[in-house]
T-cell receptor, first 110, second 116 residues
Framework: GENVEQHPSTLSVQEGDSAVIKCTYS??????FPWYKQELGKRPQLIID???NVGEKKDQRIAVTLNKTAKHFSLHITETQPEDSAVYFC?????????WGAGTKLIIKP | NAGVMQNPRHLVRRRGQEARLRCSPVKGHSHVYWYRQLPEEGLKFMVYLQKENIIDESGMPKERFSAEFPKEGPSILRIQQVVRGDSAAYFCASSPRASTNTGELFFGEGSRLTVL
């Protein structure tokens, strides 16, 4: 079935540095790739999304890139801040459902 | 505007008991999705419902699990004869349209089931 691989599982960066999370997927029919942020004990919250007709999208300190040919997409966070600490999930849509990566725990060191 | 409301937020059950989880979607949303999240993992799709209809239950175990979304009232996920492996966070999401690729999927805060 459809699958999303996400790396790394844990990422620790110095405050102010950049963080990059990468995902690869198997279902070439997917056209929508949202990213979610989940704080401990909270619900997932959509932070940015990208569609297959676009290669890159940026929203302030967050950017996402998509390479449909290679079937991978990435999340980039620049100038990281303590409030960026959370678990980040890449997802893709497939027949009424979202397929989720296993998550990346982002730790921002002061 | 109230978001997706789930209750209870925390539920403790002993093995063999029943668990009922409720989800009230965003007002005006007629599409409801249930996901399960085990510790340290991403969410796994369980079931997609529209009012009074189950559209896709491919992610829900055939035994002990059932879901409904009646004409009136919240959507309910029911787990009979719970086992320890059912311990997880169960998230409900709603949307105004059938497709999940519109960016209009809203999640509740989840119901955390602990089976002793």
């Amino acid at each position: 079935g459809e699958n999303v691989e996400q790396h790394p599982s844990t990422l620790s960066v110095q405050e102010g540095d950049s963080a990059v999370i990468k995902c690869t997927y198997s279902d070439s029919a997917s056209n929508y790739f949202p990213w979610y942020k989940q704080e401990l004990g909270k619900r997932p919250q959509l932070i940015i999304d990208i569609r297959s007709n676009v290669g890159e999208k940026k929203d302030q300190r967050i950017a996402v890139t998509l390479n449909k040919t290679a079937k991978h997409f990435s999340l980039h966070i620049t100038e990281t801040q303590p409030e960026d600490s959370a678990v980040y999930f890449c997802t893709m849509d497939s027949n009424y459902q979202l397929i989720w990566g296993a998550g990346t725990k982002l730790i921002i060191k002061p | 505007n109230a978001g997706v409301m789930q209750n209870p937020r925390h539920l403790v059950r002993r093995r063999g008991q029943e668990a009922r989880l409720r989800c009230s979607p965003v007002k005006g949303h007629s599409h409801v999705y249930w996901y399960r999240q085990l510790p340290e993992e991403g969410l796994k799709f369980m079931v997609y419902l529209q009012k009074e209809n189950i559209i896709d239950e491919s992610g829900m175990p055939k035994e002990r699990f059932s879901a409904e979304f009646p004409k009136e009232g919240p959507s309910i996920l029911r787990i009979q004869q719970v086992v320890r492996g059912d311990s997880a966070a169960y998230f409900c999401a709603s949307s105004p349209r059938a497709s999940t690729n519109t960016g209009e999927l809203f999640f509740g805060e989840g119901s955390r089931l602990t089976v002793l």
